[in-house]
């Protein structure tokens, strides 16, 4: 377990804070939905050779999620299995429970928490993050020739994010990606 580790410690490194950008419509508060939790660490952890999976278990009364992370060597790390009642016993409630349960496990598991955005956090300076455009990121892996890793990540994308950064596309990198669409897929 030595590998992964290593890899856990170096990704935790550039994790960033979960950002607060949907809105509760019921106490009118912001909070970091399961998206932003994912792409806080999503890209760290894959840097450094760890694929994040969360395995659903049988769960009677609501859901339980183990979120795992498996290295390229081939170790894995669990950080066990978080249990959430369903509010309602009905495709909602169960759905609610499950991203509830994949957000707070994800973010146990890693070790991050929302950004702060009280007063405190308001009065200290900040650096302005660095924006990525998306497209140029797929762009860096076709480059690298990881263009496989890139369909996948496009394959992943909600239809109008995947528009956006396709039309941003070449159409040699268009033709790059669609052959390595089907095994992405």
């Not at 499950?98 to 405190?120: Q, V």
């Not at 994308?157 to 992405?184: F, G, R, S």
Request: aromatic letters at 6%.
């Amino acid at each position: 377990m030595d590998k992964i580790a290593a890899a856990l410690v170096k990704a935790q490194r550039a994790f960033a804070p979960a950002l607060k950008s949907s809105t509760n419509p019921h106490f009118k508060s912001k909070y970091a939905d399961l998206a932003a939790c994912v792409e806080a660490v999503i890209d760290a952890l894959n840097d450094n050779g760890i694929a994040l999976i969360q395995k659903q278990h049988p769960n009677e009364a609501g859901v339980s999620v183990e979120t795992v992370f498996v290295h390229e060597s081939g170790e894995t790390l669990s950080a066990g299995i978080l249990s959430v009642p369903a509010a309602k016993h009905d495709p909602q409630g169960y759905g609610s429970a499950l991203t509830y349960a994949r957000r707070y496990s994800l973010m146990a598991a890693c070790g991050i928490a929302p950004e702060d955005d009280d007063a405190n956090a308001a009065s200290k300076p900040r650096t302005p993050a660095k924006v990525i455009d998306p497209a140029d990121e797929i762009r860096a892996g076709i480059k690298r020739g990881d263009a496989s890793g890139a369909a996948t990540y496009l394959a992943g994308l909600p239809q109008a994010k995947l528009d956006v950064i396709w039309a941003k596309l070449t159409e040699e990198e268009q033709a790059t990606l669609t052959a390595e669409w089907p095994k992405a897929a």
